[in-house]
C-alpha cells in the first residue's frame, strides 16, 4: 500500500504512462472536456484540489522540462497568484502564449487531470523532463 506521494490510483497510473516530451494537462474546473483524452477528475467543491496542489504533489517524482499557460493568466490574476505559480514551477520554462493557441496543444497530450481551481487560466500542460 502507497503511504506516501501521491496516493490516487487513477493519477499513479497515467503519470507512469507520461514519458520523454509527452505533455499532460491540469486543468481548472472550467476548461472544456476532452473526449478523446483520458482525463481524470479529482474535483470536489470550489478550488478543492487546486491546480497547485497537483503541481506540488508532482513534483517530487515527476521531471518537468517546461509548463505553457495562456498568456491571459498574467493579465487576469494578482502578483500574488502570479507568483505562486512562478514559485511552484521554479526551474521549469514557463512558456506563456494566447488561451487559443494553448487549447491547440491540448488533443496531443498523454491525459488530462481536472481540478476544482477557481483561477482565472490556471490551466497548464507540463511537458515531462
Known amino acids: 500500500m502507497l503511504r506516501t506521494g501521491i496516493l490516487n490510483p487513477g ?5 507512469s504512462r507520461v514519458r520523454h516530451t509527452n505533455t499532460l494537462v491540469i486543468a481548472d474546473r472550467g476548461f472544456p472536456f476532452w473526449p478523446a483524452i483520458e482525463t481524470i477528475d ?3 467543491v470550489d478550488d478543492v484540489p487546486r491546480v497547485l496542489d497537483v503541481v506540488k504533489a508532482m ?3 515527476f521531471g518537468i522540462a517546461s509548463a505553457v499557460m495562456a498568456a491571459e493568466f498574467l493579465s487576469e490574476n494578482s502578483p500574488e497568484t502570479r507568483r505562486a505559480f512562478e514559485e511552484a514551477l521554479l526551474g521549469v520554462r514557463l512558456i506563456f502564449e494566447p488561451h ?3 487549447k491547440k496543444r491540448v488533443p496531443n497530450a498523454i491525459g488530462l487531470i481536472r481540478t476544482a481551481d477557481t483561477i482565472q487560466y490556471a490551466n497548464i500542460i507540463l511537458e515531462s523532463a
Open 42 to 44: 479529482i474535483s470536489l
Open 11 to 15: 493519477i499513479n497510473s497515467l503519470l
Open 100 to 102: 487559443i493557441e494553448f
Open 59 to 61: 513534483r517530487e517524482n
